[in-house]
């Protein structure tokens, strides 16, 4: 069973600049989440969806943050415009219904200079 | 919201002994209690996972207990290899609300030859 696919793997941009990530969930999980992992603590969640529909975005900074899963399946995460702060891994995950267990693709690295 | 503590932030034990680390959390209502392993460079995996209804759970080398009343959990790492060497997450899902997971702070294991 293939696992959560991200990409890309690493993007370094300047501040003020755009960027958006893409994530494509282990088949057949209804639900998908987006977390920011900062150096050395652990994944704050951002937003979470149900098929295509919002569950939980209460810590998504939504001035700049943000995310859609348009056909329940795959998902975007844009930031806009970017600042030094947002430098961190975005963490994909997914699982079959809320009440599972979550599991992580490999994340993709932002620095934002 | 649900808040997890989680200690010690960095663990180091000598090849073969025990490993222990523990986790509170605040929310009466959580119900699910998975524990996640992440090497460096990679997304956190799955690695074992306890619910409410059950007061402890093993997988080879690995246990995780669940106390309540107390609102904390361990896991256990038995015979450790340098193999276990990571950065390990614990985390706490509350029934309903959107069933969100939230993550401790993380320890970082170094299994010592």
């Known amino acids: 069973e293939a696992g959560v696919a991200q990409s890309p793997r690493y993007k370094i941009i300047e501040k003020r600049q755009s960027v958006a990530f893409w994530c494509n969930p282990i088949s057949g999980h209804a639900t998908l989440y987006w977390y920011q992992q900062i150096l050395g603590q652990g994944p704050k969640l951002l937003i979470q969806f149900q098929n295509n529909g919002v569950v939980d975005d209460s810590q998504l900074p939504k001035d700049r943050f943000s995310a859609e899963r348009l056909k329940g399946v795959d998902s975007t995460l844009k930031i806009q415009p970017a600042k030094l702060e947002d430098s961190a891994v975005y963490l994909c995950?997914?699982?079959?219904?809320?009440?599972?267990?979550?599991?992580f693709g490999q994340g993709t690295r932002l620095t934002v200079v | 919201g649900e808040n997890v503590e989680q200690h010690p932030s960095t663990l180091s034990v000598q090849e073969g002994d025990s490993a222990v680390i523990k986790c509170t959390y605040s929310d009466s209502a959580s119900n699910y209690f998975p524990w996640y392993k992440q090497e460096l460079g990679k997304g956190p995996q799955l690695i074992i996972d306890?619910?409410?209804?059950?007061g402890e759970k093993k997988d080879q080398r690995i246990a995780v207990t669940l106390n309540k009343t107390a609102k904390h959990f361990s896991l256990h790492i038995t015979e450790t290899q340098p193999e276990d060497s990571a950065v390990y997450f614990c985390a706490a899902r509350v029934t309903g609300g959107g069933n969100k997971l939230t993550f401790g702070t993380g320890t970082q294991l170094k299994v010592e030859l």
């Open positions: 995950a997914s699982s079959l219904n809320g009440e599972s267990g979550a599991f």
């Open positions: 306890i619910r409410s209804n059950v």
